[in-house]
């Protein structure tokens, strides 16, 4: 019986540490070599941790935000929108009670959306095994270049999004570096008893802070499209289009 577990990050999100896991998972299967029952105790905990995850906000496979948290962080950073002026800088400011840190949090925050090129093809030739491998590392790529505050979610099967704050002014920057953190490095997969190297490509658009949550999705998904559009592995801003 093959073990099946949840990524490191998962893991993580429920407060257990990969490592030590790991450790006790050996030191179970060395004294009892082969034995079934232990190998499917350790599976069942697995499991309990991916669906624990799930309830918590977190994809079960990739670790990254899963859509329904991604949603609830949309409506919190709507809310914020909500209590700005429609102009940050017009003279005639409304009055808030927002305290500064949200304030800032709410009129700086950009959208990255981010698809997977042509990732059906991957899975059809190699296997959904090594297509959820490709998946996994990418969220860790991305998560290595992130900093407090963003983060990333996964919302379909390829497609993820990225809320990265104070970020206005670099936002395609950031997404120029993730681009490259994607194309630029081959992944490496295990596949029928060896290692192969898989070239793989990210298409990514940028939208800035807009007073609405939602044009500002549409403004990223169409940014999108233009990069897919223009041969796919690039970055298109909404102020490119």
């Known amino acids: 019986m093959p073990l ?8 993580k999100s429920v407060g257990v540490d990969p490592d030590e896991l790991h450790r006790k998972e050996l030191e179970l299967l ?31 496979l990739t670790g990254a935000y899963n859509r329904r948290r991604y949603e609830a962080e949309l409506a919190k950073l709507q809310q914020e929108c909500e209590r700005l002026p429609t102009s940050p800088e017009s003279p005639h400011r409304r009055k808030t009670d927002m305290p500064g840190v949200e304030r800032r949090r709410a009129k700086f ?26 998946l ?4 860790e790529r991305i998560n290595r270049r992130l900093r407090v505050g ?23 920057a950031l997404a120029e570096d993730l681009r490259s953190l994607i194309g630029d490095i081959p992944f490496n997969v295990y596949m029928q008893g060896e290692t ?28 999108l499209y233009a990069a897919k559009h223009a041969g796919r592995n690039a970055v298109r801003s909404a102020t490119d289009l």
Do not use: C
């Open 4 to 11: 099946v577990r949840a990524s490191d990050a998962m893991l």
């Open 30 to 60: 060395a004294r009892a070599p082969g034995d079934p029952v232990v190998r499917e105790y350790i599976s069942e905990f697995h499991a309990l941790a991916r669906r624990a995850a799930e309830l918590t906000g977190v994809d079960s």
């Open 109 to 134: 925050f950009s959208m990255i959306a981010l698809d997977i090129d042509r990732f059906k093809n991957v899975n059809d030739r190699y296997g959904h095994a090594v297509g959820d491998t490709i």
């Open 136 to 139: 996994k590392e990418f969220v």
């Open 150 to 172: 963003d983060f990333v979610a996964r919302i379909g099967g390829d497609e993820f999004m990225v809320i990265a704050m104070d970020s206005n002014g670099d936002a395609k």
């Open 196 to 223: 192969i190297l898989l070239q793989v490509t990210v298409s990514v658009g940028v939208a800035s802070y807009h007073n609405d949550t939602q044009t500002m999705k549409g403004l990223a998904d169409k940014a």
